[in-house]
C-alpha cells in the first residue's frame, strides 16, 4: 500500500491537504486537512450586530460578497427586518453576477489545467483548431490566424524557460486525453477569459462600491441610491445602460465559451462521468427569490434535499437539523466527541492535538483538520452547483431542467452521468447559463421602479439599538457559488454573543465525524485510479471539481491576531 500526500493542494483558496492510501492504482482510502485555524468567529463576538457583514465577508478574499450577503440576512432574521424590493434585486444582481464570474475563473484558470495540456498545444495545426472550434461555438474569435498567434504567445513562454502559473503542470501525463487541436482552443480561452473577468466584474464596483469587499450592504437594505435625476445616484439612467451591455458580454461568454468548452472536454473525459461521486445526498438551500416577495416557492434554485441520488424525490430542508461534529477536527468538544452542535450554539474553541514537526502522516485514527464535519439529519451532504441543478432537476424547474438536458442532450449521456467528477463540472457551467438568463430580468425591474419613482431601497425600521428586545437569534441563507452557505448570530444586549458560519467547503472538505462518515471531498476520491504516484493528477481532478475555498472553512487569526502556523511536509 502507497502512502499519496498532496500538500499543498494549489489553484484553490486557503491551504489543503490530501491523504490518500493507493492499493492496486486505485484510492482505497482518503482524508480531507485544512491546515489553517478558523477563527473569525471570535473576532465578531461582542461588535455591532449592524456591522456584522463587514467583518463575516473578511472570511475569505474571494467569497466576500456570499458572506456579507448571508450575514445580513441573519441579522435581519433575528430582528425581523422586511427588505424593500429593490434591495432584494439589488442583492440578487450582485450575487448573481458574482455566480458567473466566480464560476468562470474557476474553470479556466484553477481547473482547466487538470484537464487541458498547454505543452501540447505547441504541436497543434491551428487551421484544424479552427475547424474544431466552429464546430462547437458561434465565436467571432475562431479564425485559424488567432489561433496561430494564441499558439506563439504560448511558445514564447516556454522558450523563455519562466513558466510563471504553468510551472508545476504535470505536462505529459498520460491522463491528459485532448487532441493537440483542443488543448491549442482551450489555451485561447483561457487567455479570452482573464479579459473578460476583469471587465464584467465591473458590475460589483458599480453595485458594490469596490470589489472585493463590497461596501453597500446594511442591515434592512442597501446604500445604492436610486435616482432618475441625480447622475451622483448609483442606478440611473446611465449605469442601467452599462449594467445591460456587462451583462450581455457574460451570457454571450458563457455561451459561446464556457459552456461549449465544458462540453466538449467532457466529451473527450467520459470515464470522469463515472468516477467522483460524494455522498450521493444533496443539500440546496434555495436562493433568488422574485422581485415581487420573498417567498422561497419562488427560488430560481429550489429549496431541498435530494438522498440517495433519488432524483424522483425533493425532502423538504429543516434548519434546525444541521449540526457540526469536531470528532475529527482540532477543537474542543464541549457536548463530548460523540455529540454534534447545531451551529446556533456551536464554538470555535482551538485545541491542535496533531503530530508535531516534521511529520510525514496524519494521525488520521484522531483529529486530524482544521475544518468541522456538518451534517444533516445525521448525514454527510454535497453542496454546490451540482446540488443545486440536482435538487432543481429533481424538483422540476423548468429552467434547471431545460438547461441541465440540454448539456445531457450534447454529450449523449443520462443524469446519471450527473453524480460525477466531470458532472460536477458541467453543472457548474450550466448553472452559469441559467444565471445569466436571469440577470437582465432584475435589471429591467431596477429600471421600470427608477421610472415609476419607486427608489425606497432601505428600511429603516429596528435601525436604533433600542427598538431590539433583550436578546434575539436568527440565522441567514444563501446559495453561494460553492454551495450552502448559513451564518447563525446570537445577540445579547445589543452585541453579538455568539456567531457560527456553516460555509459550503466546510460541508464539502469536512472530516469524518463520529461514526467515521466520510466527508464530500474523502468520499469522492474512492476508487479513483492513478496512474503515476509522484504526479497525482487523477486526485487534483476530483479536489478541483469542487472548487474549494479553504479560507472560509478555516481562518488564520484567532480574536487578538496571533498567527497559527500548522507544519506540513510537501
Given at each position: 500500500?502507497?502512502?499519496?500526500?498532496?500538500?499543498?493542494?494549489?489553484?484553490?483558496?486557503?491551504?489543503?491537504?490530501?491523504?490518500?492510501?493507493?492499493?492496486?492504482?486505485?484510492?482505497?482510502?482518503?482524508?480531507?486537512?485544512?491546515?489553517?485555524?478558523?477563527?473569525?468567529?471570535?473576532?465578531?463576538?461582542?461588535?455591532?450586530?449592524?456591522?456584522?457583514?463587514?467583518?463575516?465577508?473578511?472570511?475569505?478574499?474571494?467569497?466576500?460578497?456570499?458572506?456579507?450577503?448571508?450575514?445580513?440576512?441573519?441579522?435581519?432574521?433575528?430582528?425581523?427586518?422586511?427588505?424593500?424590493?429593490?434591495?432584494?434585486?439589488?442583492?440578487?444582481?450582485?450575487?448573481?453576477?458574482?455566480?458567473?464570474?466566480?464560476?468562470?475563473?474557476?474553470?479556466?484558470?484553477?481547473?482547466?489545467?487538470?484537464?487541458?495540456?498547454?505543452?501540447?498545444?505547441?504541436?497543434?495545426?491551428?487551421?484544424?483548431?479552427?475547424?474544431?472550434?466552429?464546430?462547437?461555438?458561434?465565436?467571432?474569435?475562431?479564425?485559424?490566424?488567432?489561433?496561430?498567434?494564441?499558439?506563439?504567445?504560448?511558445?514564447?513562454?516556454?522558450?523563455?524557460?519562466?513558466?510563471?502559473?504553468?510551472?508545476?503542470?504535470?505536462?505529459?501525463?498520460?491522463?491528459?486525453?485532448?487532441?493537440?487541436?483542443?488543448?491549442?482552443?482551450?489555451?485561447?480561452?483561457?487567455?479570452?477569459?482573464?479579459?473578460?473577468?476583469?471587465?464584467?466584474?465591473?458590475?460589483?464596483?458599480?453595485?458594490?462600491?469596490?470589489?472585493?469587499?463590497?461596501?453597500?450592504?446594511?442591515?434592512?437594505?442597501?446604500?445604492?441610491?436610486?435616482?432618475?435625476?441625480?447622475?451622483?445616484?448609483?442606478?440611473?439612467?446611465?449605469?442601467?445602460?452599462?449594467?445591460?451591455?456587462?451583462?450581455?458580454?457574460?451570457?454571450?461568454?458563457?455561451?459561446?465559451?464556457?459552456?461549449?468548452?465544458?462540453?466538449?472536454?467532457?466529451?473527450?473525459?467520459?470515464?470522469?462521468?463515472?468516477?467522483?461521486?460524494?455522498?450521493?445526498?444533496?443539500?440546496?438551500?434555495?436562493?433568488?427569490?422574485?422581485?415581487?416577495?420573498?417567498?422561497?416557492?419562488?427560488?430560481?434554485?429550489?429549496?431541498?434535499?435530494?438522498?440517495?441520488?433519488?432524483?424522483?424525490?425533493?425532502?423538504?430542508?429543516?434548519?434546525?437539523?444541521?449540526?457540526?461534529?469536531?470528532?475529527?477536527?482540532?477543537?474542543?468538544?464541549?457536548?463530548?466527541?460523540?455529540?454534534?452542535?447545531?451551529?446556533?450554539?456551536?464554538?470555535?474553541?482551538?485545541?491542535?492535538?496533531?503530530?508535531?514537526?516534521?511529520?510525514?502522516?496524519?494521525?488520521?485514527?484522531?483529529?486530524?483538520?482544521?475544518?468541522?464535519?456538518?451534517?444533516?439529519?445525521?448525514?454527510?451532504?454535497?453542496?454546490?452547483?451540482?446540488?443545486?441543478?440536482?435538487?432543481?432537476?429533481?424538483?422540476?424547474?423548468?429552467?434547471?431542467?431545460?438547461?441541465?438536458?440540454?448539456?445531457?442532450?450534447?454529450?449523449?449521456?443520462?443524469?446519471?452521468?450527473?453524480?460525477?467528477?466531470?458532472?460536477?463540472?458541467?453543472?457548474?457551467?450550466?448553472?452559469?447559463?441559467?444565471?445569466?438568463?436571469?440577470?437582465?430580468?432584475?435589471?429591467?425591474?431596477?429600471?421600470?421602479?427608477?421610472?415609476?419613482?419607486?427608489?425606497?431601497?432601505?428600511?429603516?425600521?429596528?435601525?436604533?439599538?433600542?427598538?431590539?428586545?433583550?436578546?434575539?437569534?436568527?440565522?441567514?441563507?444563501?446559495?453561494?457559488?460553492?454551495?450552502?452557505?448559513?451564518?447563525?448570530?446570537?445577540?445579547?444586549?445589543?452585541?453579538?454573543?455568539?456567531?457560527?458560519?456553516?460555509?459550503?467547503?466546510?460541508?464539502?472538505?469536512?472530516?469524518?465525524?463520529?461514526?467515521?462518515?466520510?466527508?464530500?471531498?474523502?468520499?469522492?476520491?474512492?476508487?479513483?485510479?492513478?496512474?503515476?504516484?509522484?504526479?497525482?493528477?487523477?486526485?487534483?481532478?476530483?479536489?478541483?471539481?469542487?472548487?474549494p475555498c479553504i479560507a472560509c472553512a478555516v481562518h488564520v487569526i484567532d480574536a487578538k491576531g496571533r498567527e497559527y502556523t500548522i507544519p506540513a511536509k510537501?
Amino acid at each position: 500500500m502507497t502512502r499519496i500526500v498532496v500538500d499543498p493542494v494549489t489553484r484553490i483558496e486557503g491551504h489543503l491537504r490530501i491523504e490518500a492510501n493507493l492499493e492496486g492504482g486505485k484510492i482505497l482510502d482518503a482524508w480531507s486537512c485544512g491546515t489553517m485555524f478558523r477563527g473569525i468567529e471570535l473576532v465578531l463576538k461582542g461588535r455591532d450586530p449592524r456591522e456584522a457583514w463587514i467583518w463575516a465577508q473578511r472570511i475569505c478574499g474571494v467569497c466576500t460578497v456570499v458572506h456579507a450577503l448571508a450575514a445580513v440576512r441573519a441579522v435581519e432574521n433575528a430582528l425581523q427586518i422586511e427588505v424593500p424590493e429593490n434591495a432584494r434585486v439589488v442583492r440578487n444582481l450582485i450575487a448573481g453576477a458574482q455566480m458567473i464570474h466566480d464560476h468562470v475563473v474557476h474553470f479556466y484558470h484553477l481547473h482547466a489545467l487538470d484537464w487541458v495540456d498547454i505543452a501540447s498545444a505547441l504541436k497543434a495545426d491551428p487551421a484544424k483548431t479552427s475547424q474544431l472550434a466552429q464546430s462547437i461555438s458561434n465565436s467571432e474569435k475562431s479564425s485559424a490566424s488567432y489561433f496561430r498567434g494564441v499558439q506563439q504567445r504560448i511558445k514564447g513562454v516556454f522558450d523563455s524557460g519562466r513558466l510563471s502559473l504553468f510551472a508545476s503542470g504535470y505536462w505529459g501525463h498520460p491522463a491528459y486525453l485532448l487532441p493537440p487541436e483542443a488543448n491549442l482552443m482551450a489555451a485561447a480561452h483561457y487567455l479570452e477569459a482573464l479579459s473578460w473577468q476583469a471587465d464584467f466584474i465591473r458590475i460589483q464596483a458599480v453595485l458594490g462600491g469596490k470589489n472585493p469587499h463590497p461596501q453597500s450592504f446594511l442591515v434592512g437594505g442597501m446604500t445604492t441610491a436610486m435616482d432618475a435625476n441625480e447622475p451622483g445616484a448609483v442606478i440611473n439612467p446611465e449605469t442601467i445602460p452599462l449594467m445591460r451591455d456587462l451583462i450581455r458580454g457574460a451570457r454571450n461568454f458563457v455561451e459561446e465559451y464556457y459552456l461549449p468548452d465544458v462540453l466538449a472536454i467532457g466529451s473527450f473525459y467520459r470515464d470522469w462521468f463515472t468516477r467522483g461521486e460524494g455522498p450521493g445526498n444533496f443539500l440546496c438551500y434555495g436562493d433568488y427569490s422574485s422581485p415581487d416577495h420573498d417567498d422561497p416557492a419562488t427560488y430560481l434554485f429550489p429549496r431541498g434535499i435530494v438522498r440517495g441520488r433519488d432524483l424522483n424525490t425533493v425532502l423538504p430542508v429543516d434548519t434546525a437539523k444541521i449540526t457540526e461534529s469536531v470528532a475529527r477536527a482540532w477543537y474542543e468538544d464541549p457536548a463530548g466527541p460523540a455529540k454534534s452542535l447545531h451551529p446556533s450554539i456551536g464554538e470555535t474553541n482551538p485545541r491542535y492535538a496533531g503530530p508535531k514537526a516534521p511529520y510525514d502522516h496524519l494521525d488520521v485514527d484522531a483529529k486530524y483538520s482544521w475544518i468541522k464535519a456538518p451534517r444533516y439529519d445525521g448525514l454527510p451532504m454535497e453542496v454546490g452547483p451540482l446540488a443545486r441543478m440536482v435538487t432543481g432537476y429533481a424538483a422540476g424547474s423548468g429552467e434547471i431542467r431545460d438547461a441541465v438536458d440540454g448539456a445531457l442532450k450534447t454529450l449523449n449521456a443520462p443524469p446519471a452521468f450527473l453524480f460525477s467528477t466531470m458532472g460536477r463540472i458541467a453543472a457548474r457551467a450550466v448553472e452559469a447559463k441559467v444565471m445569466a438568463a436571469q440577470l437582465d430580468g432584475w435589471v429591467d425591474r431596477l429600471d421600470d421602479n427608477l421610472a415609476r419613482g419607486k427608489t425606497t431601497i432601505f428600511n429603516p425600521a429596528h435601525w436604533d439599538p433600542a427598538s431590539w428586545p433583550a436578546s434575539a437569534s436568527g440565522f441567514g441563507l444563501h446559495e453561494a457559488p460553492r454551495g450552502a452557505l448559513g451564518h447563525w448570530v446570537e445577540i445579547e444586549n445589543k452585541t453579538i454573543r455568539n456567531y457560527q458560519a456553516v460555509v459550503p467547503t466546510t460541508w464539502n472538505a469536512g472530516p469524518r465525524d463520529a461514526k467515521g462518515q466520510r466527508g464530500a471531498y474523502e468520499a469522492a476520491l474512492l476508487n479513483t485510479p492513478v496512474a503515476f504516484p509522484d504526479r497525482p493528477l487523477e486526485i487534483l481532478r476530483t479536489v478541483h471539481s469542487f472548487d474549494p475555498c479553504i479560507a472560509c472553512a478555516v481562518h488564520v487569526i484567532d480574536a487578538k491576531g496571533r498567527e497559527y502556523t500548522i507544519p506540513a511536509k510537501a
